[in-house]
């Protein structure tokens, strides 16, 4: 599943490529059609981002409209456009870019739809093509509001390094795991599966400690480091945890996740720092990854 620096990216390239032009919107697929009539022809006016949620929102109603995309574990967008439209080939579940050409002209012509496309944004100079997502609704904006307030902190967000408090605070008042906290949105809005595993190995904390049970300054410690990773991970498009002091050189062969993280999908294999193999469990039937001897 996508995590939140991809729904950041996403909300980067729309803001670059359509806010400010008229969309023609459309659902080959058929099953956001109704909606996509209510916005067709519509300015899009903003895009951005609450961890994984990405927000779209367009004027030419007589309240803005929006639309809320959560991508989910299948989802992907995927673009393309003319000379003029620079964006990435696909974010979300691996897809391929599609770029056709006019053979008289050498125009730019919109690409057929591929596959079940649940939403098209189309300008004069590209396309944005959704399949696959966990959820593609139109919302007014007092239901975006509602919708963004059920979402903790956001480590990608505005002031989010202002927000280690507030992510203090939730922790601390559940009794459940951290490994398990920082996986619920309402906590920590974007981190996922890669993020838990890295951010709690960098931070030395065991994800089976109670939340209420780690120290306030430890909490801080583990949202700093989230920050940290996962704006490395939005400017960077891939997911790197490794600093490069600890990285191996040559790369291991065997164990090229021993390259970009240091426990995720590393069972078995040797902790970069103390040697002790990693171990792997499951959590709330989501994998979990940590080393037992660096984190306490």
């Not at 619920?184 to 030395?204: K, M, P, T």
């Not at 990773?229 to 960077?236: K, S």
Request: aromatic share 6%; glycine share 10%; with cysteine.
């Amino acid at each position: 599943m996508p995590e939140g620096d991809a729904s950041h990216r996403l909300a980067r390239a729309f803001d670059n490529l359509f806010v400010g032009q008229r969309c023609a919107v459309s659902s080959p697929q058929g099953r956001f059609a109704r909606s996509a009539e209510l916005i067709d022809g519509a300015h899009l006016t903003s895009a951005h981002a609450v961890g994984k949620h990405l927000f779209l929102g367009f004027d030419g109603g007589p309240v803005p409209s929006w639309i809320h995309v959560h991508l989910g574990l299948y989802g992907s967008w995927r673009f393309s456009g003319d000379s003029t439209f620079v964006a990435p080939a696909s974010i979300g579940a691996p897809r391929r870019a599609v770029t056709t050409l006019a053979a008289d002209t050498g125009e730019w012509i919109p690409p057929d739809p591929v596959g079940q496309v649940r939403l098209r944004l189309r300008t004069a100079h590209g396309v944005a093509d959704l399949s696959g997502p966990n959820r593609c609704e139109l919302l007014t904006d007092e239901e975006r509001i509602a919708a963004e307030l059920k979402l903790g902190p956001d480590p990608l967000g505005p002031d989010a390094r202002l927000a280690a408090p507030e992510f203090v605070r939730r922790v601390k008042s559940r009794r459940r795991a951290i490994g398990e906290l920082i996986m619920d949105q309402a906590i920590a809005a974007g981190v996922g599966n890669i993020y838990r595993a890295e951010g709690l190995f960098v931070s030395g904390i065991s994800p089976m400690r109670r939340g209420d049970r780690v120290s306030a300054n430890r909490i801080t410690i583990l949202w700093d480091h989230l920050c940290d990773l996962m704006e490395r991970g939005l400017e960077g498009g891939r997911i790197e945890t490794v600093d490069p002091q600890d990285a191996p050189v040559p790369p291991l062969e065997g164990d090229l996740e021993a390259s970009r993280w240091y426990v995720y999908h590393r069972t078995g294999r040797p902790c970069l720092r103390c040697g002790t193999p990693i171990s792997e469990k499951l959590m709330q039937g989501r994998r979990l990854f940590w080393c037992a001897g660096c984190q306490h």
